[in-house]
């Protein structure tokens, strides 16, 4: 039986079902809701919010890929006198060192559509080793972080669908890898902190934290930064050497700077996959022209009594100060598609973007306000002539505790759309007029995704998910197809579970 949820479209969207009316609740199940609430506390407000901000959406998901997720939830306590063998992480933790260890292991298929139909098996270990320094050595106010993963198994987007809206947010290629390393520093009460070190800009730059439930990776790292950065950026499985700094004069505004190294694999040789050219996660690049990322966060109706429901609202920009090839034009100023083109790409000094998200809680259970509905919508843009994506966008819900007696189990759906632009569109159709060529021309790709997270228990998930691409690529002709056609729109199914110690 339904919840109640008095926003009937929303909960149209996600159950396709009208719910009206609240379910009859007996003594017993009122006590144990208020014993669970006394014991985990307000997710509202709290400091749990993926990418480091202040929790404001309800339905954040208790799992996630995402580097951005803010972790709690843990399996020990479930294995009894297995949980901590020996004392030995009570025994750390009473020294401030703290360790995780988390697999995601998965498996996606395509049923129809793709550049051919297939399926695979993939999985992610991800090793977290924390250490709050002034606990362990006096040191005030620093910490210390680190994660290594192991990944194995095949992606499903790299070998069967051949489109770039990834489907899963831990597709890479196998290898074991250092991801993260890296100091930090608080300083004037935790108002101000320094993070020097290999850093990832996934994970606290352009995070929704509605976003965090679903599989795909674009609900992490918007794809259009990750189509024209060198590399696809500083974010999983590439971190960079780089230095943040970070201010919060108080609980509702933040505003952050990273400055990254821009190639996390390097140039060179340019015809391998950035994976297979930064192996391990050690190359620790610093030579490369540099990536700025600067980004401000309000988050609104937070604290216990204000009228509202809460939310943030945030902008940011990039720069980076390399050099970028026109999607369209030579030096000369002809076509990369004229048979008299010197092939040579007109050279652009940096690029630039811009980006802007809202994440909303837009309903609260009365009698559970960690359960309830979450909107957020994300909108970024970057110059048309010398990117291959110049507009992005997504948007999507959620609902955590729809269903009676599954108050940790979060519902959603999602959609993105990444659009091919002008400058390589018309590229295409200089192909076609031109040269000649018989070819389809790009013009966007986008996802539909509909999951449901079910938790079993502290640490464990499992995550049913299903996913429609549409025009994969942008609508690229399919390598395998001999008539040159377009790569059919897929449809893909997948299962995820997680365990988390």
Avoid: C
């Avoid at 996934?202 to 990750?226: H, K």
């Amino acid at each position: 039986m339904l919840r109640s949820f008095p926003l009937a479209a929303s909960a149209a969207l996600l159950s396709g079902l009208a719910v009206s009316g609240a379910h009859a609740q007996t003594a017993a199940e009122i006590a144990a809701r208020q014993a669970r609430l006394a014991l985990e506390g307000l997710d509202i407000g709290s400091p749990r919010g993926a990418g480091g901000d202040p929790q404001t959406s309800v339905a954040q998901s208790v799992t996630s890929a995402k580097p951005s997720a803010n972790l709690n939830t843990s399996i020990q306590d479930q294995l009894g006198p297995y949980g901590d063998p020996y004392g030995l992480r009570s025994f750390l933790k009473t020294k401030g060192i703290e360790y995780s260890l988390t697999y995601i292991g998965e498996s996606f298929g395509n049923a129809t559509g793709g550049a051919r139909r297939g399926g695979i098996v993939e999985g992610r270990l991800d090793v977290q080793f924390d250490a709050d320094l002034e606990t362990l050595a006096g040191w005030y106010g620093a910490a210390f972080h680190t994660n290594l993963y192991l990944i194995h198994g095949t992606g499903l987007s790299r070998y069967y669908v051949n489109n770039f809206i990834t489907v899963s947010a831990i597709e890479a290629l196998p290898s074991s890898r250092l991801y993260e390393l890296w100091l930090e520093q608080k300083l004037f009460d935790g108002q101000f902190s320094l993070k020097v070190g290999q850093i990832a800009a996934d994970t606290e730059f352009a995070v929704s934290q509605t976003g965090t439930l679903f599989i795909n990776s674009t609900f992490g790292w918007p794809n259009i930064m990750a189509e024209v950065l060198p590399s696809g950026g500083p974010i999983y499985p590439l971190a960079v050497p780089a230095i943040r700094a970070k201010y919060v004069p108080n609980q509702n505004f933040s505003l952050q700077v990273g400055l990254f190294d821009g190639d996390p694999a390097g140039p060179f040789p340019s015809d391998l996959d950035p994976q297979r050219r930064n192996r391990t996660g050690t190359n620790f690049r610093t030579n490369d022209p540099a990536l700025v990322i600067a980004e401000a966060a309000y988050a609104y109706n937070i604290a216990q009594g204000d009228v509202g429901d809460p939310g943030t609202v945030t902008l940011g920009g990039w720069h980076h100060f390399g050099r970028f090839d026109s999607q369209r034009f030579d030096t000369a100023g002809r076509s990369l598609a004229d048979p008299s083109t010197t092939g040579i790409a007109r050279r652009f000094r940096g690029d630039s973007g811009l980006y802007g998200i809202i994440d909303q809680t837009i309903y609260r259970e009365p009698d559970d306000p960690n359960d309830g509905a979450s909107v957020f919508l994300r909108v970024s843009g970057a110059p048309s002539d010398r990117n291959i994506v110049d507009f992005y966008a997504d948007a999507g819900i959620a609902y955590k505790g729809l269903f009676k007696g599954r108050s940790d189990d979060t519902i959603g759906v999602a959609v993105a759309i990444a659009r091919i632009s002008d400058a390589a569109r018309g590229l295409d159709t200089d192909t076609i007029l031109l040269a000649g060529t018989n070819m389809p021309r790009r013009s966007s790709e986008a996802v539909l995704e509909a999951t449901y997270q079910a938790v079993l228990g502290p640490g464990v998930t499992v995550q049913p998910d299903v996913q429609y691409v549409f025009r994969p690529s942008g609508g690229v002709p399919n390598p395998r197809d001999p008539n040159g056609a377009r790569i059919k729109n897929a449809a893909v199914f997948g299962l995820r579970a997680t365990v988390r110690y």
